[in-house]
């Protein structure tokens, strides 16, 4: 028989407590995929954040770090200094990474730290219950902007793919969704050229995706990736913003 | 023997570094020594101070609020430390910008022209030098080779020529409070 | 090795070192900026690594970083900077990571002043940070005190798997008092870190590593607690140390701790011109404090009192109290903020307290 597909051993056997039809699953397997690919399991450390995603370390079958909410990239540049021979990746929401971990964020981006950076952007707090995040879209409501969210109270949403490209240390910078095939192929490729960007030690590598909450936006998972599509993508445009890597 | 020393002057007039060569040569002759400086923003142009203890006896304490010499580089030194010197102790007083006289009548006085002497030598640079031979010569409290190699180890060998200018700067303020 | 004149910040880096710490991460702050300023010069040159974080929340979780890759790790810092750290070490804590973080203590609250001070004893030794723990805390009263205890305390870190503190303040750190490094060598077996994420070989036979203070049911939680409690118990019964000086037959014990203890043995010099003997017991651990030290010097027939002397509005008062017991009586002289009291003022007090 055959073999046509078949799963990562990057992600252990134990069974995802994501909410059904989130996308945390499709990126956590891209991202396993990628290490299987590159041959680097042996080599990475995974530092995993507070949020839906806290319990990363039962499912990415490396060596795994829990970090405190919003200081991955510190806990990780830890990791990577006392071996730079070491993969590192954060995984982060965008409570954990554009909220209470901007600082930790921006610093290893402009320290030009040899991390890669799995960043996800739902436009919510997921595990608290749905409250409002700095990537809430305008109008959204969530637990803490029950009208919708209002700019002139709490401002606009924070873009980070692009607030991180113009910091010099910065290497790799892409935007992708998981809302259709054709985007999470692309989205996979991305982080490949991110882990790729580390291992050639050119810098700071971040990849922000795009996903759904289908849970805390009150959708169905199908009607959550339309949202994303017609919502999201337009106030967070997909594409690279920084690649040093093609530059001459 | 033990002596407690109290160093102060504006900042730049090299008051830290005398407190240090102090402490340095004792050390070299086997004694117990604490060099303790003011820190933070009152380094920052303004004045500085340190104190020394040089002991024979492990030092207890080496933070002094009272103190067998102080050594005023300026007015203000003054000002602030001439009541911490203990009855019967030693204050040294830069008369070359310290217009004023000692109130205290139960120490010891000695009136320093360190500028003077540093001019003299061609190099106002070496006036805490002056006033460190003048304490040397009045306390006995280290000799002056030690401070000398306590010198040479804080200038590094490339700044070794600059010892015999130090040396006569020592030796000139010694001479100056000599009756 | 011959006698070096040295800055308390520069010879604890210095020690650290040769303890065989090669990584640090810290944030300048007045009076510590000595220490991440010789570990930035030295570091590269002995194959480690310094990094100047963007804040204390980042050196100290950098800290945790190193530490959960097995490196022998360590940060420094003064009240505020400690502050903020409190939240990576009650992480450390959870996590059962070992570091060193020293506190060179200033005076409180809020930004305060930056001399020396003793105010942050409670913060220090009852944790810090949220959560049930402590870290080992370890108070040097000379440079060459806290040169000696580097050693220890970061094998003391690696033992019980626990962040330790060297609890120090502005004098200890800005004066130089010559100094002699020892070579230095462990005198405890170290366990191996087998424990630590530094990249998994699914053949090795190792178990994948999992760095963590999460533990969501009820159970784990508990289990993890018993096991720091358990720790912590060895730690209490035998792990304190503290100096007693001039304590047989004395009339009254001074507690002190740190530079306030030197000088209360000038105090007691002074005392002891006016005929009275006064005893020092002076805690080099200040958690766990040294409670059958104390005890066994305080239930002496000659023992009238003891006097707790701090720089602080009396906060290891407490831990005396609770040694005593009610047995007899126990006093409190110092202020809060940072001034420090001197000999005299002390003898004076101890002299009062006598007649009173």
Request: aromatic share 8%; with cysteine.
């Amino acid at each position: 028989m055959q073999t046509v597909f078949k799963k990562t051993p990057v992600l252990t056997d134990a069974i995802l407590h994501y909410c059904p039809g989130c996308g945390h699953g499709i990126v956590h397997r891209l991202v396993a995929e990628v290490i299987e690919e590159l041959g680097i399991q042996d080599r990475t450390v995974a530092y995993v954040p507070v949020g839906c995603a806290v319990f990363g370390y039962k499912y990415f079958n490396v060596d795994s770090v829990e970090a405190a909410h919003g200081r991955a990239p510190a806990a990780a540049t830890g990791t990577k200094r006392t071996d730079p021979n070491r993969v590192v990746f954060t995984y982060q929401g965008d409570g954990d990474l554009a909220s209470i971990g901007a600082a930790e964020i921006v610093h290893a981006a402009h320290r030009g730290e040899k991390i890669t950076t799995i960043f996800i952007n739902n436009a919510i707090y997921g595990m608290t219950g749905g409250q409002m995040a700095p990537t809430t879209l305008v109008g959204q409501k969530t637990t803490t902007s029950p009208y919708g969210r209002d700019e002139n109270h709490c401002g606009k949403p924070i873009r980070i793919a692009e607030m991180l490209a113009t910091i010099e240390g910065s290497a790799y910078i892409e935007r992708v969704a998981v809302n259709t095939p054709a985007n999470i192929v692309k989205a996979k490729k991305a982080i490949k050229n991110a882990f790729e960007c580390q291992l050639a030690g050119k810098g700071f590598s971040l990849v922000e995706v795009l996903s759904n909450c289908p849970t805390n936006w009150g959708m169905s998972p199908v009607e959550s990736m339309e949202w994303l599509e017609q919502n999201m993508i337009p106030y967070y445009p997909l594409g690279v913003k920084k690649d040093i890597t093609k530059e001459v | 023997m033990l002596w407690t020393n109290i160093f102060a002057g504006f900042g730049g007039q090299g008051v830290l570094l005398i407190g240090q060569l102090l402490a340095y040569a004792g050390m070299y002759e086997g004694k117990n020594v604490s060099w303790l400086p003011s820190y933070g923003p009152e380094m920052r142009g303004g004045t500085a101070n340190c104190s020394v203890v040089v002991s024979d006896e492990p030092i207890a304490s080496p933070v002094l609020s009272m103190a067998d010499c102080v050594i005023a580089m300026n007015t203000p030194s003054l000002d602030k430390f001439e009541s911490c010197v203990n009855p019967g102790g030693k204050l040294f007083i830069n008369s070359s910008i310290i217009e004023k006289k000692a109130t205290r009548t139960d120490i010891e006085v000695y009136y320093v022209p360190c500028n003077e002497v540093a001019d003299q030598l061609g190099n106002p640079k070496v006036a805490n030098m002056a006033m460190l031979g003048a304490y040397l010569e009045a306390t006995k409290a280290a000799k002056t080779e030690s401070v000398l190699d306590a010198l040479l180890y804080k200038l590094g060998e490339k700044k070794a020529h600059l010892i015999p200018l130090n040396r006569e700067a020592i030796e000139k303020g010694a001479e100056s409070i000599k009756k | 090795m011959a006698k070096k004149l040295m800055k308390g910040c520069e010879a604890v880096a210095e020690a650290a070192i040769q303890a065989g710490c090669h990584y640090f991460f810290g944030y300048p702050i007045t009076p510590q900026n000595d220490i991440p300023e010789y570990m930035a010069a030295r570091l590269p040159k002995v194959g480690g690594c310094f990094l100047q974080a963007e804040s204390e929340v980042a050196a100290i979780n950098m800290v945790y970083g190193a530490a959960a890759s097995g490196a022998r790790v360590m940060t420094s810092s003064s009240s505020p900077g400690v502050s903020l750290k409190q939240e990576g070490m009650s992480y450390l804590a959870g996590a059962e990571l070992p570091c060193v973080v020293v506190n060179m203590v200033r005076g409180g609250p809020g930004l305060g002043s930056i001399q020396p001070s003793q105010g942050d004893y409670f913060q220090a030794t009852r944790g810090g940070g949220h959560g049930d723990y402590h870290p080992i805390v370890l108070a040097p009263s000379s440079v060459q005190e806290a040169v000696d205890m580097m050693q220890d305390a970061f094998d003391l870190a690696d033992v019980y798997r626990t962040p330790v503190m060297i609890l120090a303040d502005g004098i200890i750190g800005q004066m130089m008092e010559p100094v002699e490094f020892h070579e230095s060598t462990s005198k405890r077996e170290l366990p191996k870190k087998d424990w630590a994420a530094t990249g998994w070989n699914p053949a090795s036979g190792r178990p994948r590593a999992i760095v963590n203070s999460l533990y969501i049911e009820v159970d784990e939680l508990q289990e993890l607690n018993d096991r720091l409690q358990a720790r912590y118990k060895i730690i209490r019964e035998t792990e304190a140390k503290a100096e007693l000086y001039n304590t047989d037959g004395a009339e009254i014990i001074v507690c002190a701790y740190g530079t306030v203890a030197r000088i209360c043995k000038s105090a007691i010099a002074i005392c002891e011109k006016k005929g009275v003997k006064v005893g020092l017991v002076r805690p080099i651990t200040v958690w766990p404090f040294p409670e059958k030290q104390l005890k066994e010097v305080m239930d002496q027939p000659s023992v009238k009192k003891a006097i707790t002397v701090e720089i602080s509005a009396g906060q290891m008062v407490e831990d005396v109290r609770l040694t005593v017991n009610g047995a007899k009586p126990v006093e409190f002289f110092g202020k809060p903020g940072s001034y420090t009291p001197t000999a005299e003022e002390i003898a004076e007090y101890i002299m009062k307290s006598r007649e009173a």
